[in-house]
């Protein structure tokens, strides 16, 4: 496996294989949710002939935080992410400097993807998708995939890429992991290296929270009652704030009554300093 830190080098060492790129974008602290993708890519790509490139693209990226703290406490170990890249088959790290990536500075070209981005997490986070899709575009651009792999872990990131690509014609098709999730249920994720032991043992009250409240909107209780049910559960079992627990369909995003084919229920809370997210089907 290479290391690669410029789009000159990447495309050095792409050209020297023949066949598809597959393009697995992180933000590294790599977790089983990452290696996963990076499996399902790796399959594709052995699947293949010509085989062609697995990338694994590691950059954190400052335009998507909207909080500064949280882009300083953002874990990093580029080490731990090479092996577990490696093992998962992954062919060529792609991990630009900033000044690769920005080379006039923050203030750039934004791209803004509406509706699907504006609601929940946009809420919450103002600028987060704009910052997300900016550097997909840009990853896009600077790796030339032919296949790109996300987490569902992150649905509405998944749906925001998703109409980027189809507005702005991409010519690369999307893949979606399913979220890996602990023993627990609590969903993989970088950010769960900063709970603290006591906080970690709390956690996955997130998820049966929105498990349970998908089964009861199942069974026919109000939307908006499931909803409320499961921000109060998050908050008796130590979660400090809800951002939102909401029903919605999977697609649009649009809040939903009625139960209809591909409901999902998203939610954002904290706990311990730390903001989860997690969604799961209806
Ligand atoms: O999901 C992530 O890790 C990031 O939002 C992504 C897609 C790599 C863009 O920085």
Known sequence: MQVVRTPDELSKAVLNRKGPVFLVPTMGYLHKGHASLIRMAAKDRDENKPKGTVVMSLFV???QFNDPQDLDKY???????????????CDVIFAPPLEVVYPSGLQT???HVPKVSERWEGEHRPGHFDGVATIVAKLFHM?????????????????????MVDDLNFPVYLKFGETVREDDGLAMSSRNALLRPEVRL???????AISQAAKAFSEGRPARICESDAAQAMLDAGFTKVDYVAIVDGMTLDPIDSPVPGVRVLAAAHIGGVRLIDNVAV
């Open 61 to 63: 990226n400052p335009t």
């Open 75 to 89: 874990p990093r170990d580029e080490e731990h992410d090479k092996r577990i890249a490696q093992e998962a088959g």
């Open 109 to 111: 070209t934004r791209i």
């Open 143 to 163: 790796v030339l995939p032919d296949y790109a792999y996300f987490g569902e872990k992150d649905w509405q990131q998944c749906r925001v890429i998703a109409k």
């Open 202 to 208: 709390k956690a996955p009250a997130l998820h049966r």
